[in-house]
């Protein structure tokens, strides 16, 4: 269950993160449940995909929860469970009439949308439950929408005209007669993302093992962890063990 629903989207835009927050937010809700909990959060995978520093994940964990958008607390002394605040989605005819967005969709994979400041995403973030939740094109007057959007991300005019201007690599965004129209790009397509992180990294000694540089002893040593990852995949409860195992 990768649903983000419109109501979080809201908070999003009131919480004033920064780019790294917003991203450890995302990862996060690649991995919950239909009831919005991450089970099993260990800092080291988080840090290593998203390319942050211990202090900035544990920074950014933190405002996630002081924003009211994260509970949190330790499963044991190396993992976090998460509970991502108001994303319960297992009623799907009510997440349907809230509104709601994917993050399996291609849209965050895109490095244009990698590319945008924090507000810009946001407003992506936004733009995408209208395109994606009934007509493909989002039609609304200008005036209204501009003075929504301003009071939703807390911002001035000429920032919002700047956050459009930006948008226009992930969306046609245009205005004829007095109107607003505004529609996802074609090449933006959704998205499968692996929705357990062993399985990246499962795939990440199958590749390389397929090195033709690698000696003989680093292929054997990729063969057994890998094996061993297989074995313990379903078990996530004991993937700690595995890393202190494995000695990473």
């Not at 917003?22 to 260990?42: E, N």
């Not at 795939?203 to 090195?211: D, N």
């Not at 990729?222 to 990852?229: D, E, F, G, K, P």
Request: proline share 1%.
């Amino acid at each position: 269950m990768r649903k983000i629903r419109a109501g979080i989207v809201k908070k999003l835009e009131g919480a004033k993160l920064t780019n790294s927050e917003l991203s450890i937010f995302l990862y996060l809700c690649q991995y919950q449940t239909d009831i919005g909990t991450v089970s099993g959060v260990y800092y080291k995978d988080i840090c290593a995909a998203l390319d942050l520093s211990y202090q900035t994940f544990y920074s950014g964990l933190y405002k996630l929860r002081d924003c009211g958008l994260i509970t949190l607390w330790k499963a044991d002394h190396i993992d976090w469970d998460i509970q991502i605040v108001g994303n319960d989605c297992s009623n799907i005819e009510e997440v349907k009439k809230e509104g709601y967005l994917s993050v399996a969709d291609g849209l965050f994979a895109s490095k244009k949308f990698q590319k945008l400041k924090v507000n810009e995403k946001i407003m992506a973030m936004r733009l995408l439950i209208y395109c994606r939740s009934g007509q493909r094109t989002y039609k609304e007057a200008k005036e209204n929408f501009r003075k929504k959007m301003t009071q939703l991300l807390g911002c001035k005019l000429r920032a919002l005209k700047e956050y459009l201007t930006a948008l226009k690599a992930l969306f046609y965004i245009g205005i004829k007669d007095g109107m607003y129209l505004i529609t996802i790009r074609r090449e933006i397509e959704p998205l499968k993302i692996q929705s357990w992180s062993m399985d990246n990294k499962y795939m990440q000694l199958v590749t390389a093992k397929k090195s033709k540089k690698m000696s003989r002893q680093r292929r054997i040593q990729l063969s057994w962890q890998s094996s061993i990852v297989m074995i313990l995949k379903p078990c996530r409860k004991q993937v700690h063990y595995l890393r202190i195992y494995l000695g990473t």
